[in-house]
């Protein structure tokens, strides 16, 4: 019976050891000693209420080159901050210290086209109050419409579903899309035959292509992979991988400038393939979505808007767009197999002859054009 009742209390005091334990660690779901002996005294203070944002209103519209005014008032009696810091765009414009709560951000701020985040910080004592608001950015000029003249016409692939085009030491380089369709080419201009050809595998669809020193990069729709080929064998070499969707490419000096569909064009480390910057393109009147294909050309980016004739040259320094292509006439919608699908879509420029070429997805022509201002 002493062993039965010492093996009991051994038992007992076991299961007394473990339940402690547990409820100290708080892993059976109730309340831990901690949380019980908290006080309403140390429960955390809401954050003051310091401030309250007059102007700018939610989504003001600017320009180019204009002040944004930020007007603030304290919020309630002896409430009065200690400093309020100012930032636009992620950079700090100005800290005030005393009322008038208000300061004109300079134009040097905005100077890129794009829907801002502007931020107002009320400190006092040891606590914050942030207040924000978003503000856009419109280009402070109206962009001309251009038209364009055909100086030479070449054959083109009709079954090619053109997603991205280069011209490189006297030949195109074109990729193509769809699925079980996509591809990497090298064509030869003047009778549009395919020379070389890379097929890409049928669960990837093939988008912008650029030539970067001695490698081309190929994007792909929705499969947030990239790859990079050997221009002179289409040796695959490399995969990148990016976070959105893969449209256009082009190269832009030291940078691979890529678009996804929206109005935002990034600037590319190509060695990384890391997002280093980025723009979006807006005209005077509203942002410019649905960016795709992509050439820098003279300065500009020149950008096929999907579903639509018409290219958007961009500046980009700031991201306004500084004219408009209109190729309407270029290829009437009669003759495409699918006048929702068979789009514009492809620009090359020949720099050292200063040719610009453009074509679209299924089109049996491309086309040499030059621009009349």
């Known amino acids: 019976?002493?062993?039965?009742?010492?093996?009991?209390?051994?038992?007992?005091?076991?299961?007394?050891?473990?339940?402690?334990?547990?409820?100290?660690?708080?892993?059976?779901?109730?309340?831990?000693?901690?949380?019980?002996?908290?006080?309403?005294?140390?429960?955390?203070?809401?954050?003051?209420?310091?401030?309250?944002?007059?102007?700018?209103?939610?989504?003001?519209?600017?320009?180019?080159?204009?002040?944004?005014?930020?007007?603030?008032?304290?919020?309630?009696?002896?409430?009065?901050?200690?400093?309020?810091?100012?930032?636009?765009?992620?950079?700090?414009?100005?800290?005030?210290?005393?009322?008038?709560?208000?300061?004109?951000?300079?134009?040097?701020?905005?100077?890129t086209t794009g829907r801002k985040h502007l931020k107002a910080v009320a400190f006092k004592n040891s606590r914050s109050q942030a207040v924000i608001r978003f503000v856009i950015i419109y280009s402070d000029r109206t962009p001309k419409r251009v038209g364009f003249k055909v100086?030479?016409?070449?054959?083109?692939?009709r079954d090619a579903f053109t997603q991205g085009l280069f011209f490189q030491n006297g030949f195109l380089y074109e990729g193509t899309g769809q699925e079980t369709g996509s591809s990497?080419?090298?064509?030869?201009?003047?009778?549009?035959?395919?020379?070389?050809?890379?097929?890409?595998?049928?669960?990837?669809?093939?988008?912008?292509?650029?030539?970067?020193?001695?490698r081309i990069f190929q994007v792909t729709w929705q499969n947030k992979v990239g790859f990079v080929y050997d221009r002179a064998t289409f040796r695959l070499i490399n995969k990148v991988y990016y976070q959105t969707q893969g449209w256009g490419?082009?190269?832009?000096?030291?940078?691979?400038?890529?678009?996804?569909?929206?109005?935002?064009l990034y600037f590319i480390e190509p060695e990384?393939?890391?997002?280093?910057?980025?723009?979006?393109?807006?005209?005077?009147?509203?942002?410019?979505?649905q960016l795709n294909e992509l050439e820098y050309i003279n300065g500009e980016i020149w950008a096929n808007i999907w579903m639509s004739d018409l290219i958007a040259r961009i500046d980009p320094a700031t991201g306004a767009v500084n004219s408009y292509v209109d190729l309407a006439a270029i290829f009437p919608e009669a003759n495409r197999q699918e006048v929702n699908a068979d789009v514009l879509n492809g620009i090359a420029y020949d720099a050292l002859n200063n040719r610009i070429f453009v074509t679209g997805k299924r089109w049996p022509k491309l086309f040499e054009i030059r621009i009349t201002e």
């Open 1 to 111: 019976m002493k062993n039965d009742c010492s093996k009991y209390l051994l038992l007992f005091s076991s299961v007394l050891l473990v339940t402690w334990i547990i409820s100290c660690s708080g892993r059976s779901g109730k309340s831990s000693p901690d949380s019980l002996a908290q006080t309403s005294d140390e429960k955390e203070e809401p954050a003051p209420r310091l401030i309250r944002m007059l102007l700018p209103e939610e989504n003001a519209e600017y320009r180019l080159g204009d002040q944004v005014k930020v007007s603030l008032t304290e919020q309630g009696n002896n409430n009065s901050p200690d400093s309020v810091a100012i930032s636009f765009d992620g950079r700090i414009v100005k800290v005030l210290k005393s009322t008038p709560w208000e300061f004109s951000i300079p134009p040097s701020f905005t100077t």
């Open 151 to 157: 100086v030479h016409t070449y054959p083109h692939d």
């Open 184 to 214: 990497l080419r090298e064509v030869e201009l003047e009778s549009g035959k395919i020379l070389r050809q890379l097929n890409l595998e049928s669960s990837v669809f093939g988008e912008g292509i650029t030539l970067y020193r001695d």
């Open 249 to 264: 490419l082009t190269t832009m000096d030291d940078r691979i400038v890529m678009s996804d569909g929206s109005n935002v």
């Open 272 to 289: 990384s393939f890391t997002i280093v910057s980025r723009i979006e393109a807006y005209d005077n009147e509203k942002k410019i979505d």
